[in-house]
């Protein structure tokens, strides 16, 4: 299918979190941004005016969309970040402050010191992160501070120096801070040791360090420090709350292509994620049309291969949902647990949204493919013989037994026809019969149609259970309609389905478009008939006191009410008001109805 335009993809977009990317004619990116909700955000660049001349600038230039959903803010945040700092954008130069996030770096060096730092060389040292808060990073900073004794100066600890005797302990010896490996004080076996606790710390296995503080925390309220039991508290509630790790921010997982597929009976939709550094730093969904009913396996093969070579992608694994044959080159991993697996979820994620876009976007560009789609589906959900392109639903309103009526609400192609909706007054009735009524109204409708030689539909839709159905099936069995039409009935609620001569419902899927086409035909036919009901309530509680009026008949009745509008101002118009609409004598007996002592 061809790039929607810009109008539908802003109808299409999801309110999600999420990063978003703006392209010129040429296909470059010029903007990347985040937003809590993808939807009201990027609308908000096309719906107002902007004060900034360069944002008018940019959203002149901006010819396609796309974007990423995420879990969290903090993950849009991430992203954003990564995104910005590999494409660089032109307008994100001009229209932000482009600013990175801190990380923590194990420096590679004898004895290596741990500091936060917001760049990244590639110089074989080991960085952690990044972080959206510095309060996170000065908090795992602080703990390692007050768990270990590490060096803060930059000197350059080779054996030869230190046994020359090159330099001092300084203060943080004396303060109990640093254990002197500047004077060969401390063993680099010990020193190591400790490196490699931290670095489980940093990776977010918390259990012994957060057991330690806690430790600390209970013994200095024995000792009644409160104060600084409250300090080791609210320490120990951020690394809590760090320890929920983001799916974007795991170090461990590097260089990684990740894969999903949702497909349906015509098209597949594969996601692509690229992992560096615990980060997503590309996504991208491709769209490929079934030809000869591929599997998923099949559709997948094919979209990692032409995925790889677009991008240019040389990462030595893969995560996929099933096993896949992609030759030796490449390990194939099929996560089932844990970080792997919940990376694996967001592209699944991805490529699900992208999907329910494209059928949005088909809606308003193809509704053809869009109505046939639905039907096709309708048609086997509901095991019929054949598509259900014209419904008829019927349902009965008698609110406290009073005026009763039914309505008949129309589908063409899954969509209403309200132009050939209709209303019924129950005439051969008498009381608050629904089966009764149902059968007057189905017989009443079809009987019409047959006599005016107009198309029947191909499903009739009765609101009501067993009894319901019954009594619509008699009306169609009078007319020989019963192998003509195929008729069911709805019951509690939409979740059971009922068929002629068979006592087992039919239950859908809650989340099926056949339901949602059903429940949209129900919500109508009761809208529809209930507006009835109340109209005729209205009109006759308008008409019945005016009517009791000796000598003021329906002509009579019909000229106040186009003048005054309503009954109550007719009770309190002044004598002279009436009589310039209907004359002196009817105008007093008006009146003096309305006005006895």
Same mark, same amino acid.
């Given at each position: 299918?061809?790039?929607?335009?810009?109008?539908?993809?802003?109808?299409?977009?999801?309110?999600?979190?999420?990063?978003?990317?703006?392209?010129?004619?040429?296909?470059?990116?010029?903007?990347?941004?985040?937003?809590?909700?993808?939807?009201?955000?990027? !609308?908000?660049?096309?719906?107002?005016?902007?004060?900034?001349?360069?944002?008018?600038?940019?959203?002149?230039?901006?010819?396609?969309?796309?974007?990423?959903?995420?879990?969290?803010?903090?993950?849009?945040?991430?992203?954003?970040?990564?995104?910005?700092?590999?494409?660089?954008?032109?307008?994100?130069?001009?229209?932000?402050?482009?600013?990175?996030?801190?990380?923590?770096?194990?420096?590679?060096?004898?004895?290596?010191?741990?500091?936060?730092?917001?760049?990244?060389?590639?110089?074989?040292?080991?960085?952690?992160?990044?972080?959206?808060?510095?309060?996170?990073?000065?908090?795992?900073?602080? =703990?390692?501070?007050?768990?270990?004794?590490?060096?803060?100066?930059?000197?350059?600890?080779?054996?030869?120096?230190?046994?020359?005797?090159?330099?001092?302990?300084?203060?943080?010896?004396?303060?109990?801070?640093?254990?002197?490996?500047?004077?060969?004080?401390?063993?680099?076996?010990?020193?190591?040791?400790?490196?490699?606790?931290?670095?489980?710390?940093?990776?977010?296995?918390?259990?012994?360090?957060?057991?330690?503080?806690?430790?600390?925390?209970?013994?200095?309220?024995?000792?009644?420090?409160?104060?600084?039991?409250?300090?080791?508290?609210?320490?120990?509630?951020?690394?809590?709350?760090?320890?929920?790790?983001?799916?974007?921010?795991?170090?461990?997982?590097?260089?990684?292509?990740?894969?999903?597929?949702?497909?349906?009976? !015509?098209?597949?939709?594969?996601?692509?994620?690229?992992?560096?550094?615990?980060?997503?730093?590309?996504?991208?969904?491709?769209?490929?049309?079934?030809?000869?009913?591929? @599997?998923?396996?099949?559709?997948?093969?094919?979209?990692?291969?032409?995925?790889?070579?677009?991008?240019?992608?040389?990462?030595?694994?893969?995560?996929?949902?099933?096993?896949?044959?992609?030759?030796?080159?490449?390990?194939?991993?099929?996560?089932?647990?844990?970080?792997?697996?919940?990376?694996?979820?967001?592209?699944?994620?991805?490529?699900?949204?992208?999907?329910?876009?494209?059928?949005?976007?088909?809606?308003?560009?193809?509704?053809?493919?869009?109505?046939?789609?639905?039907?096709?589906?309708?048609?086997?959900?509901?095991?019929?013989?054949?598509?259900?392109?014209?419904?008829?639903?019927?349902?009965?309103?008698?609110?406290?037994? @009073?005026?009763?009526?039914?309505?008949?609400? *129309?589908?063409?192609?899954?969509?209403?026809?309200?132009?050939?909706?209709?209303?019924?007054?129950?005439?051969?009735?008498?009381?608050?019969?629904?089966?009764?009524?149902?059968?007057?109204? *189905?017989?009443?409708?079809?009987?019409?149609?047959?006599?005016?030689?107009?198309?029947?539909?191909?499903?009739?839709?009765?609101?009501?259970?067993?009894?319901?159905?019954?009594?619509?099936?008699?009306?169609?069995?009078? =007319?020989?309609?019963?192998?003509?039409?195929?008729?069911?009935?709805?019951?509690?609620?939409?979740?059971?389905?009922?068929?002629?001569?068979?006592?087992?419902?039919?239950?859908?899927?809650?989340?099926?478009?056949? =339901?949602?086409?059903?429940?949209?035909?129900?919500?109508?036919?009761?809208?529809?008939?209930?507006?009835?009901?109340?109209?005729?309530?209205?009109?006759?509680?308008?008409?019945?006191?005016?009517?009791?009026?000796?000598?003021?008949?329906?002509? @009579?009745?019909?000229?106040?009410?186009?003048?005054?509008?309503?009954?109550?101002?007719?009770?309190?118009?002044?004598?002279?008001?009436?009589?310039? *609409?209907?004359?002196?004598?009817?105008?007093?007996?008006?009146?003096?109805?309305?006005?006895?002592?």
């Amino acid at each position: 299918m061809d790039q929607p335009n810009l109008e539908i993809q802003l109808k299409t977009l999801p309110n999600q979190p999420g990063v978003y990317q703006y392209y010129d004619k040429d296909g470059v990116i010029i903007y990347v941004g985040k937003a809590k909700n993808l939807k009201k955000r990027v !609308s908000s660049y096309f719906n107002k005016t902007h004060d900034s001349g360069k944002t008018r600038v940019l959203v002149k230039k901006i010819v396609d969309i796309k974007h990423i959903v995420v879990d969290t803010e903090t993950d849009a945040l991430l992203l954003e970040n990564n995104l910005i700092k590999k494409y660089q954008p032109r307008y994100n130069v001009l229209l932000k402050d482009d600013k990175s996030y801190p990380w923590i770096c194990i420096k590679k060096e004898r004895f290596p010191r741990v500091f936060s730092t917001r760049r990244v060389f590639k110089d074989g040292s080991e960085y952690f992160g990044p972080y959206t808060s510095l309060k996170t990073v000065y908090t795992l900073l602080d =703990l390692i501070k007050g768990l270990y004794s590490l060096r803060t100066c930059n000197y350059h600890l080779s054996e030869e120096k230190i046994d020359s005797g090159k330099y001092k302990v300084c203060l943080e010896y004396h303060l109990g801070n640093c254990k002197g490996p500047c004077e060969d004080l401390e063993n680099e076996v010990a020193y190591n040791e400790n490196i490699k606790a931290i670095r489980e710390i940093l990776k977010g296995n918390f259990k012994d360090s957060l057991q330690q503080f806690k430790t600390q925390m209970k013994a200095y309220a024995e000792n009644l420090q409160f104060e600084e039991a409250q300090k080791i508290k609210e320490k120990v509630e951020v690394l809590e709350s760090y320890q929920a790790k983001s799916t974007i921010v795991n170090p461990k997982i590097s260089n990684v292509d990740v894969f999903s597929i949702v497909s349906d009976e !015509s098209y597949g939709y594969i996601n692509f994620l690229q992992i560096s550094y615990g980060s997503i730093i590309r996504s991208h969904t491709l769209e490929i049309k079934k030809k000869l009913e591929e @599997t998923d396996r099949e559709l997948l093969e094919l979209a990692i291969t032409e995925i790889r070579q677009r991008f240019n992608s040389n990462s030595k694994e893969i995560y996929v949902p099933f096993s896949v044959e992609l030759g030796e080159d490449v390990k194939v991993t099929i996560p089932k647990l844990g970080d792997k697996k919940h990376i694996l979820d967001l592209s699944l994620r991805n490529a699900k949204y992208y999907r329910m876009e494209r059928f949005k976007q088909m809606k308003i560009v193809d509704p053809d493919r869009h109505a046939k789609r639905i039907m096709a589906q309708m048609k086997i959900d509901l095991r019929l013989s054949e598509e259900p392109r014209h419904i008829e639903c019927f349902d009965n309103s008698n609110i406290q037994g @009073t005026n009763p009526v039914a309505a008949c609400v *129309v589908f063409k192609d899954g969509k209403p026809s309200k132009k050939d909706y209709r209303h019924f007054n129950i005439k051969t009735v008498v009381g608050p019969d629904d089966f009764a009524s149902m059968e007057e109204v *189905v017989y009443r409708r079809y009987k019409r149609l047959l006599e005016e030689n107009k198309p029947l539909p191909q499903l009739i839709i009765i609101d009501g259970g067993k009894g319901q159905l019954s009594s619509a099936l008699k009306s169609l069995d009078a =007319l020989g309609l019963r192998q003509e039409i195929a008729i069911i009935g709805i019951a509690k609620r939409l979740e059971e389905l009922f068929y002629p001569d068979d006592p087992i419902p039919l239950y859908l899927d809650k989340k099926s478009e056949t =339901l949602k086409v059903i429940q949209f035909l129900r919500n109508e036919a009761h809208r529809f008939g209930i507006e009835h009901h109340r109209n005729r309530r209205s009109k006759t509680a308008l008409n019945t006191e005016l009517e009791t009026i000796p000598g003021v008949g329906k002509k @009579t009745i019909v000229e106040l009410l186009k003048h005054f509008k309503s009954v109550k101002r007719i009770s309190n118009a002044k004598r002279e008001e009436l009589e310039t *609409v209907i004359g002196f004598s009817r105008a007093s007996k008006v009146y003096n109805h309305y006005h006895k002592k």
